[in-house]
Structure formats: structure tokens, C-alpha cells
């Protein structure tokens, strides 16, 4: 059964992976770095046919500050958008951003 076509649909056989084309990096904010919280944020985002990030939703987060700074960040990447059957798709994807304290 094929998705309505305003409808994301999740990776599965077929499908080609949406390929980054541009990636913002996240602005460490000041408390998180004062407080050396570091580690993965991970978020489910739709990428949309032109290849634009939309609703992110994080799944494992750190902190409210790192959280919204991925959600920042990775609203403003841009992808080569996923295919199937040789046209582009609106697709649920995973992403992941590292916060390290250097």
C-alpha cells in the first residue's frame, strides 16, 4: 500500500538514504559548556522532498539547552532528498549530533 503522498514514510528496502549537503553545527550554549555536559543527541526529524528538515522530535536528549541547539542546528541542514522508485520522498529520518567539551 503506497503512503498518501503528504505522508512521511520510515527507511525500508528500496529507499535511498537522503545524503547531507549542508551541515550547521550546533552553538554550544555557555551553561552546558560551563557544566561540561557533554555526549549524543539523537533526533527523529522528517526530510521533505526538496530535501529540507522538518519536526524534528529528539529522541535521547541531554539537556534542555543541548536539545534546543540540535532542534537549532539541525533545522538548517540540507539534504539530497531519499528516492524511491527514482523520484524523491518525504522520509522519517535519524540523525545524531556529538556535544563534546574540548
Do not use: C
Not at 537522503?18 to 552553538?27: G, H, N
Not at 560551563?34 to 530535501?51: C, N, P, T
Amino acid at each position: 500500500m503506497a503512503p498518501a503522498d503528504d505522508e512521511p514514510i520510515h527507511f525500508r528496502a528500496g529507499i535511498t538514504r537522503p545524503e547531507i549537503l549542508e551541515r550547521v553545527d550546533p552553538r554550544y550554549p555557555e551553561l552546558d559548556r560551563r557544566a561540561r555536559s557533554q555526549g549524543v543527541v539523537v533526533v527523529e526529524a522528517v526530510i521533505d522532498e526538496q530535501g529540507r528538515v522538518r519536526n524534528v522530535t529528539i529522541l535521547r536528549g541531554l539537556s534542555r539547552g543541548l536539545d534546543q541547539a540540535t532542534i537549532d542546528a539541525v533545522s538548517r541542514w540540507r539534504f539530497k532528498p531519499a528516492t524511491l522508485d527514482g523520484r524523491p520522498v518525504k522520509i522519517y529520518y535519524s540523525l545524531t549530533v556529538n556535544f563534546k567539551v574540548q
